[in-house]
């Protein structure tokens, strides 16, 4: 009866049942799934960076000088990548999200030195890029984006202050 | 902007003006208690908050509002009676401005979010300056 019903009124069975048309394929990925992803990913090149120059022992400074000063700092961009992965909730299905070690596959096998200006350069980067992100997402992500451009706003301070070569 | 909308930017936004009221309170209380370079410090986040103060107030009177009073006194959160107490004071406050600027982060209006994104890494910038540490969500409640 009710396929007749379907028929006689016109209407397709996708415009009376709500939810995704089974038919239609994988959905599309949200804006906000996209835009994490790529926080994401720029969050793990920053913490990429850290470890690359608190594992160096070519610079200027001690290395343990370097280290007291990079690790707090570390630490706190590996609560922040916690914190964006918890909020990504992907499709099942989907590509993995491009990650920093994705990415390093391809990069120079020469280990590149990374100074504390080119920390603060990254950190000056990463808060603004995340300011640039606010406009688009919905408010809770904006908030947990302007939280951390703020924290890494406060990274650049520090690395300013700090002569560790 | 929709009237809905608009409600919800004057009031984050009045809740940014009152915490820079508070913050303005509070740095007179604590450059009583400073000396020297902190002296000057706070005299220059005092003279920020009174900046930031002004431009909140601005932009509220033309979403046609009436900016918030500031109180004629504060309660303090803890004793103030040394340059110690007086740099945890100025911690705190710039950790509720902080606080308050994230509310309005989450307004539907793209300039105010970027207003307070912004004017939030300045107080968390202070708030390092003042406690000797960062934080790695500053003014957000992280579970």
């Not at chain 2, 110690?84 to 705190?92: E, G, R």
């Amino acid at each position: 009866m009710l396929p007749l019903l379907l028929a006689t009124t016109g209407c397709r069975s996708s415009s009376l049942f709500a939810g995704p048309d089974p038919l239609a394929g994988r959905p599309p990925l949200r804006h906000d799934v996209l835009t994490l992803q790529a926080v994401i990913a720029a969050e793990e090149n920053l913490i990429s960076l850290y470890e690359a120059a608190i594992n160096d022992d070519s610079g200027t400074a001690p290395q343990d000088a370097r280290s007291r000063t990079l690790t707090p700092l570390l630490a706190q961009h590996e609560q922040h990548l916690a914190q964006l992965r918890a909020r990504l909730i992907e499709p099942p299905g989907q590509p993995a999200s491009p990650s920093a070690s994705a990415a390093g596959s391809s990069a120079s096998p020469r280990p590149v030195r990374v100074t504390t200006a080119r920390l603060r350069a990254a950190e000056r980067a990463s808060a603004a890029g995340l300011v640039q992100r606010l406009a688009t997402v919905e408010p809770a992500l904006a908030q947990l984006f302007a939280s951390i451009a703020a924290s890494d706003a406060t990274h650049v301070t520090v690395l300013a202050e700090k002569a560790l070569g | 902007m929709t009237a809905s909308t608009a409600v919800s930017a004057v009031s984050a936004l009045q809740a940014a003006l009152a915490a820079e009221n508070a913050a303005i309170f509070g740095y007179g209380v604590a450059g009583a208690h400073l000396t020297g370079s902190s002296l000057a410090a706070a005299e220059q986040d005092w003279t920020t908050h009174q900046e930031a103060r002004d431009a909140l107030t601005v932009v509220i009177r033309r979403l046609g509002a009436a900016p918030v009073a500031a109180q004629a006194f504060y309660q303090l959160p803890f004793p103030v009676h040394d340059a110690t107490s007086a740099t945890a004071l100025a911690a705190y406050l710039e950790d509720g401005v902080t606080s308050a600027y994230l509310g309005l982060v989450a307004v539907s209006d793209q300039r105010l979010r970027r207003f307070g994104a912004l004017a939030m890494q300045g107080a968390a910038q202070r708030a390092a300056f003042w406690s000797g540490s960062t934080q790695a969500f500053p003014g957000l409640s992280v579970p």
